[in-house]
């Protein structure tokens, strides 16, 4: 006789248990669904030239910071010696003074009328009644310096403590500029990190082939720059062509943007600033349609700067991971202002 038992239920538990893992299911399928694909190797390297060019103007800012703080060292350290040497000078000044009252102490322990009466030589009390006028008068003129000695230090130990607050100030100012700069730069290598190995090392080489290339088929046209020195400074950055960029560096074999500028021309013997922010203010501000080569030219507000090269091209050291090259002021920024040095 067949059987027609019913069958079993599933208990309540199991249903709960079933009903969560269902859910779960679709909810991890759902969040596939609408999970951001992964970047494409343009859109990564958009995002990482964004992220160079927002690490530089933080570099820009740090690097003058950094000249500032060197700045104030000398000045602290040249205040502190003189500190010191004044110091040294009070201590002799008061020294002085201290042989001048034992002196007089010695000489001057009995009333001036008795040691007249007492003399047997009354010319001779006179001649040292004279001198001791004259140690008087001496000591006079020593209590004079101490004094004076004394609020010149008190000025100058004032000036060395607040060079020294400033000096503080600065080295703030570089920490947080530094944090920014390797922040930014921290962020461009975690996206980096989501291409592969291969990915990478051909972006590398194609940014690299790029800039040589720039420089092989650039037209610079026959515009004759503004000065010998603005000439000489462009034929010097043009030799570092294919240089890579690196944060904070001044050359010969690597640069920042105010780097290669700084250096360029002080290969053709003229000394400018470090920073982009300080560059733009020496020479002489010309406007866009006047450029010669060798000409500064910023972009960006002003955290970018490279030396116009002719025919609406810049020669420059574009960001982290390029190198010295020719562009287009096109495609650089947005064009902020020009000097001539």
Not at 7 to 34: E, F, G
Not at 93 to 117: E, H, M, N, T
Not at 184 to 207: F, G, S, V
Not at 236 to 243: D, I, N
Request: include cysteine; proline fraction near 4%; glycine fraction near 6%.
């Amino acid at each position: 006789m067949a059987s027609h038992r019913r069958p079993k239920q599933p208990s309540r538990a199991r249903v709960t248990v079933l009903t969560a893992t269902a859910a779960a299911a679709v909810a991890l399928t759902s969040q596939a669904a609408h999970a951001d694909p992964k970047p494409t190797k343009s859109e990564v390297k958009a995002k990482v030239d964004k992220l160079y060019h927002e690490a530089e103007k933080a570099t820009e800012k740090y690097n003058g910071a950094k000249e500032q703080q060197q700045k104030l060292e000398k000045q602290v350290g040249a205040l502190q010696d003189k500190v010191a040497r004044g110091q040294q000078e009070l201590n002799t000044l008061r020294s002085g003074l201290g042989s001048l009252a034992a002196a007089q102490y010695r000489s001057g322990g009995i009333d001036p009328s008795v040691q007249l009466f007492l003399a047997s030589d009354p010319d001779t009390f006179l001649d040292e009644a004279s001198a001791l006028d004259q140690l008087t008068a001496k000591q006079t003129e020593s209590l004079e310096k101490i004094q004076e000695k004394q609020r010149a230090l008190a000025q100058q130990r004032k000036e060395a403590q607040d060079k020294l607050g400033d000096l503080a100030d600065v080295r703030k100012t570089l920490g947080e500029n530094k944090k920014k700069f390797q922040g930014k730069l921290a962020e461009a290598q975690r996206l980096l990190n989501t291409l592969t190995a291969a990915e990478r090392a051909k972006m590398a080489q194609d940014d690299q082939r790029a800039s040589r290339a720039a420089g092989d088929r650039v037209e610079l046209g026959n515009e004759a720059p503004a000065s010998a020195l603005g000439a000489a400074a462009l034929q010097a950055a043009s030799t570092r062509v294919g240089k890579p960029y690196v944060r904070t560096a001044t050359g010969p074999n690597s640069f920042d943007c105010s780097g290669l500028t700084q250096w360029a021309y002080a290969q053709a013997g003229a000394q400018i600033t470090r920073t982009t922010y300080t560059q733009i203010n020496q020479g002489t501000r010309i406007a866009r349609s006047a450029l010669k080569p060798g000409d500064l030219v910023f972009f960006s507000n002003t955290s970018h700067v490279g030396l116009y090269a002719g025919n609406n091209t810049v020669l420059h050291a574009p960001y982290p991971g390029a190198y010295v090259r020719y562009e287009s002021m096109n495609t650089i920024g947005s064009y902020q202002a020009a000097v001539r040095i």
